[in-house]
């Protein structure tokens, strides 16, 4: 597509629910990422994709997150029994390759709310 | 681990002003920089970059910034100010062979006319 698409844009849930958000990056870019944003923060790594591969998670809070990509360009992220802390803008970028230093596309987000 | 600071929260100017946004970043070797502009609603775009070489880099929208490897700084300028500009600012490091982006936690910017 033409940029990275993130749905759904909003995310109502309530606490202790499982939630799923995806990200449909730019055709052709072999990397993805996932970062979170809270109100008045930078966005805060937590993981990032090369191909299918996670090959860096260390940003993920804990068990209750995670996140696929099985086929190389749409990802998932999964947060089980969600809790008020997680409500957040959660961000998917993309980038072409190692080549390109690390310059990321961004989606405009899926904001969650957790209540 | 590599980090960066971004020291004002939040900066007014005036219309036709110039400007200039800090940034300082740690990390051990030469870096890679990028300064993004998140506007209300939108998703966040790519202002300028550094990489290596010429250390004033050109971006868009008539931005530059300038790597001061011994100041650990890639401050963001913009000679005049326009009130479209308004937004936020995220000032970003990249290490050489790593692909984790770290961000800082912004400065949002303020036009007056």
């Known amino acids: 597509g033409a940029g990275v698409s993130q749905t759904p844009s909003n995310k109502v849930t309530e606490k202790g629910k499982y939630v799923e958000l995806r990200c449909d990056p730019i055709s052709g870019h072999t990397a993805l990422y996932w970062y979170r944003q809270s109100l008045g923060q930078g966005p805060e790594f937590l993981i990032y994709f090369q191909g299918t591969g996670a090959a860096d998670d260390s940003g993920l809070p804990n068990d209750r997150f995670f996140a696929v990509r099985p086929e190389g360009s749409v990802s998932t992220l999964k947060i089980q029994r969600t809790e008020r802390g997680d409500s957040a803008v959660y961000l998917c970028?993309?980038?072409?390759?190692?080549?390109?230093?690390?310059?990321?596309?961004f989606g405009e987000g899926s904001r969650l709310t957790v209540l | 681990a590599q980090s960066v600071t971004q020291p004002d929260i939040h900066i007014t100017v005036s219309e036709g002003a110039s400007l200039e946004l800090r940034c300082n970043y740690s990390?051990?070797?030469?870096?890679?920089l990028f300064w993004y502009v998140q506007s209300p609603g939108q998703g966040l775009q790519l202002l300028l970059k550094y990489f290596s070489g010429d250390t004033l880099v050109q971006g868009i929208k008539g931005f530059e910034a300038e790597f001061k490897r011994s100041q650990s700084s890639f401050n963001l300028r913009k000679p005049s100010v326009h009130w479209s500009d308004a937004a936020e600012y995220f000032c970003?490091?990249?290490?050489?062979?790593?692909?984790?982006?770290?961000f800082g936690t912004g400065t949002k910017l303020q036009v007056i006319p």
């Open positions: 970028a993309s980038s072409a390759s190692a080549a390109n230093h690390g310059e990321l596309f």
């Open positions: 990390y051990g070797a030469t870096p890679y």
């Open positions: 970003a490091v990249r290490g050489g062979g790593y692909q984790k982006v770290t």
